[in-house]
């Protein structure tokens, strides 16, 4: 079954350095999604991102974050200055351009900011 | 706007016994409903949905009943085993938010002992 993969599983960086989070959506989807869930809370949604331009964002995605589809299969998260309460489980998901699509995850990458 | 509560964990079973994890929503329109699993180390996987009223869902033995008239999605299943230990979130996703945006609960923690 094709699957979201996502690189690396575990991000160390230091506050104030750029990271970005890398993800390759299943080959066939059309949209594409990050969330986020800081250690303990809630999944929180972050951007949704169609037709290579961001369709909805959340609060959360403030001017440090931004999302880019480089090529035809990777799907990326940049944080531009890194902030101690960036430290999360950063999520990709990806679906189908049908209504009601169900969201398929990959399995994060958990960025710890030092 | 959107939200989902679900009931606190962890909770702890005995292998066989019967599972309820309690979900509710609140939503503006008519939501499509959705459990989601993760186990250890991994990342969301689809467990099931409903899309509409009355709808169940039900994928592995576990179900769940789309009530309208109480705004809930209470997940269950009759006889759990240890392998069914993982977290379970609750979410809906609004037709009326672009690409499927899905709002999460806060996750269920379930431990299955033998």
């Known amino acids: 079954e094709p699957e979201v993969t996502q690189t690396p599983s575990h991000q160390v960086t230091q506050m104030g350095q750029e990271v970005i989070l890398r993800c390759v959506p299943i080959?066939?989807?059309?949209?594409f999604y990050w969330y986020r869930q800081i250690l303990g809370q809630k999944v929180e949604f972050l951007v949704s991102?169609?037709?290579?331009?961001?369709?909805?964002k959340s609060e959360i995605f403030d001017d440090q974050f931004s999302v880019e589809r480089p090529d035809g299969s990777n799907f990326t998260l940049k944080i531009r200055s890194t902030k101690l309460e960036d430290s999360a489980m950063y999520f990709c998901?990806?679906?189908?351009?049908?209504?009601?699509?169900?969201?398929?995850f990959g399995n994060g990458t958990r960025l710890t900011v030092t | 706007g959107n939200s989902v509560t679900q009931m606190e964990g962890p909770v702890t079973l005995s292998e066989e016994a019967f599972l309820t994890i309690n979900c509710t929503y609140t939503?503006?329109?008519?939501?499509?409903l959705f459990w989601y699993v993760q186990y250890p180390g991994e990342g969301l996987q689809l467990l099931l949905k409903a899309t509409k009223a009355d709808d169940k869902g039900s994928n592995k033995g576990f179900e769940a009943t789309y009530r309208k008239e109480t705004t809930s999605f209470h997940l269950e299943k009759g006889s759990v085993q240890v392998s069914d230990s993982a977290v379970y979130f609750c979410a809906l996703s609004d037709l009326e938010n672009a690409g499927n945006m899905l709002t999460f609960g806060g996750g269920t923690r379930l431990m299955v002992k033998p």
């Open positions: 998901a990806s679906s189908g351009l049908q209504p009601k699509s169900p969201l398929h």
């Open positions: 080959s066939n989807h059309l949209y």
């Open positions: 939503a503006t329109g008519y939501p499509s």
């Open positions: 991102f169609y037709n290579n331009e961001i369709s909805e």
